[in-house]
């Protein structure tokens, strides 16, 4: 007992170091280039033509989508018909995503909560729950989230996520040559790396942190769904992925993906799961 407590205070000071820096980043994503906000806000799409091909038509649903940052890809939903809500442990956050979809005029509704405790800071059913790009990373514990997912799904909901592969983390993001340089397996510890500026801040604006993230394998991810009673549909990997992991390693292509340059096809980059939960 006093040696699970031992842990869960541990996990909750690597979570807490985490959203300190997640806070950090808000207002720098804000106004980069990466998210663009403002051609956004013209109407170009934020979320990208792998989900919304193979999430489809969400006119009309209510959908909740776990981590959802400052709340672009949420509110492209909630133009696009979906009945929106958004969650995330940062409040800068939440704050920004609130403001966002004020000035733009799109119901959505935001509240600020880490993944583990959110079914006692939210209540309801989903039609569907999204998630995408960077998420289950962060997570320490990947069958609570599992369980999370299936909590606020409605019988017969889908759940969607689309992720970078775990297969892709292992690799040295610095080198010139794709070389193995941290386990793809966890054994529950979090890899502890000084963090300066972030994918959407080059320049290190917000400062260096360290982060703590945890490499959940595929079947690790797979499993926290399955053991959570969801029904898979499908499992896709892709040898292609939406940001330059490897600087030095990719090329940007016509569709606005990256592929390596060596090895190209070799690694899968991001995987996409599709899975509802029975009726
Ligand atoms: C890479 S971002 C998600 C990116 C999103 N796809 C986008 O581009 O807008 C990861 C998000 O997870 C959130 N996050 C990290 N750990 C979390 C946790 N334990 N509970 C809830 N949110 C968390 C961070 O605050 C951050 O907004």
Known sequence: MAQSYRILLL?????????????????????????????????????????????????????????????????????????????????????????????????????????????????????????????????????RWGEVVAHFLKPGGTFYIVEFHPTSWIFDEESEILKVKYPYFNDGEPLALPSTGSYADPDGSTGTFTEYSWCHSLADVLNALINAGLKLEYVHEFPYTSYPQFPNLMNLQDDGTYRLKEGDGSVPLMYSIRAVKPV
């Open 11 to 143: 996990m909750k000071r690597f979570t807490d170091a985490n959203r300190t820096m997640w806070d950090a980043r808000v207002p720098a994503h804000k106004k980069s280039e990466f998210y663009d906000v403002e051609s956004f806000k013209g109407g170009a799409p934020a979320l990208k033509p792998l989900e919304l091909k193979e999430l489809g038509d969400v006119k009309g649903k209510s959908l909740l989508h776990l981590q959802c940052h400052f709340g672009q890809d949420s509110l492209d939903w909630a133009r696009r018909g979906a009945k929106v809500t958004g969650i995330d442990f940062s409040p800068r956050a939440i704050d920004t995503a609130k403001s966002l979809a004020q000035e733009m005029n799109l119901p959505a509704t935001f509240v600020e909560s880490d993944i583990d405790s959110l079914p006692d800071n939210l209540g309801g059913s989903f039609d569907i729950v999204f998630t995408s790009y960077g998420v289950v990373m962060w997570l320490p514990d990947i069958r």
